[in-house]
């Protein structure tokens, strides 16, 4: 297992180093007093704790390009204000702490860090879930892991994939019941995939593929909901 520390603050970076080598004293320890520094090492940890608030790059640009890279393991925000707490969401984080980190809340966060990491692990080679739709005179298998998200049009149901846009006739909340919890059904005519959200505010949802989705107003405390709680269960993408 490898432990990444980032803190432009190297007492701390020290201290934290010291504290997780006593938790896990058969874990690689790395540490960086930069963000670049991380980016540039291109070697991606199994757990990193990334403070917020340095120089140049921040803990939240850090966090950015790590996942866009792909980077889909446990990201654990470090930071002085809490006010910077809700942001941290927007990158999937698995936990933040607040400094001055005390012994009992780090240790708490990092084994249940290390039990995420191996449900993870374990579920990489788990096949990806799938859905049997009939499009025309085709039948055709979809995995739930290439569906961006669905909508209703004209009576039909569109599914947007990373590769094509397939129509068929059925109803969204049938889908919906077998889609599962990383789907969201956060306006009447559209499910999406939480995992493929880009960003959103209080009235849309924009997608990797640029499709920005309508928030019903009913629906956003639910979307933000089960976004963070998403977030949370940390879905290997």
Request: proline share 2%; net charge negative; hydrophobic share 40%.
């Given at each position: 297992?490898?432990?990444?520390?980032?803190?432009?603050?190297?007492?701390?970076?020290?201290?934290?180093?010291?504290k997780v080598e006593n938790l896990f004293p058969d874990a690689e320890i790395m540490v960086y007093t930069s963000g670049a520094s991380l980016i540039e090492a291109e070697i991606f940890p199994d757990i990193l704790l990334l403070d917020i608030k340095m120089p140049k790059l921040d803990g939240m640009e850090v966090a950015k390009v790590l996942r866009d890279k792909g980077w889909r393991k446990i990201l654990i925000f470090i930071t002085g204000e809490e006010s910077q707490v809700f942001n941290?969401?927007?990158?999937?984080?698995?936990?933040?702490?607040?400094?001055?980190?005390?012994?009992?809340?780090?240790?708490?966060?990092?084994?249940?860090?290390?039990?995420?990491?191996?449900?993870?692990?374990?579920?990489?080679?788990?096949?990806?879930?799938?859905?049997?739709?009939?499009?025309?005179?085709?039948?055709?298998?979809?995995?739930?892991?290439?569906?961006?998200?669905?909508?209703?049009?004209?009576?039909?149901?569109?599914?947007?994939?990373?590769?094509?846009?397939?129509?068929?006739?059925?109803?969204?909340?049938?889908?919906?019941?077998?889609?599962?919890?990383?789907?969201?059904?956060?306006?009447?005519?559209?499910?999406?995939?939480?995992?493929?959200?880009?960003?959103?505010?209080?009235?849309?949802?924009?997608?990797?593929?640029?499709?920005?989705?309508?928030?019903?107003?009913?629906?956003?405390?639910?979307?933000?909901?089960?976004?963070?709680?998403?977030?949370?269960?940390?879905?290997?993408?």
């Amino acid at each position: 297992m490898r432990i990444a520390i980032c803190d432009d603050e190297k007492r701390i970076c020290s201290i934290l180093a010291e504290k997780v080598e006593n938790l896990f004293p058969d874990a690689e320890i790395m540490v960086y007093t930069s963000g670049a520094s991380l980016i540039e090492a291109e070697i991606f940890p199994d757990i990193l704790l990334l403070d917020i608030k340095m120089p140049k790059l921040d803990g939240m640009e850090v966090a950015k390009v790590l996942r866009d890279k792909g980077w889909r393991k446990i990201l654990i925000f470090i930071t002085g204000e809490e006010s910077q707490v809700f942001n941290s969401f927007d990158f999937h984080a698995f936990h933040f702490l607040v400094k001055p980190v005390s012994d009992e809340k780090l240790k708490s966060v990092l084994e249940d860090a290390a039990e995420e990491l191996r449900y993870l692990e374990k579920s990489q080679g788990i096949r990806d879930k799938y859905i049997e739709i009939q499009s025309g005179t085709e039948h055709i298998r979809v995995g739930l892991s290439k569906l961006i998200y669905a909508e209703v049009f004209d009576r039909k149901t569109i599914l947007h994939t990373k590769q094509e846009n397939i129509e068929y006739y059925g109803q969204l909340s049938a889908l919906e019941v077998l889609v599962g919890r990383d789907f969201h059904r956060i306006h009447r005519s559209y499910l999406i995939n939480m995992k493929y959200v880009e960003r959103y505010d209080r009235t849309s949802v924009t997608m990797i593929n640029g499709d920005n989705i309508p928030i019903a107003r009913r629906e956003y405390d639910g979307f933000i909901k089960a976004y963070l709680e998403y977030g949370r269960r940390r879905v290997q993408a």
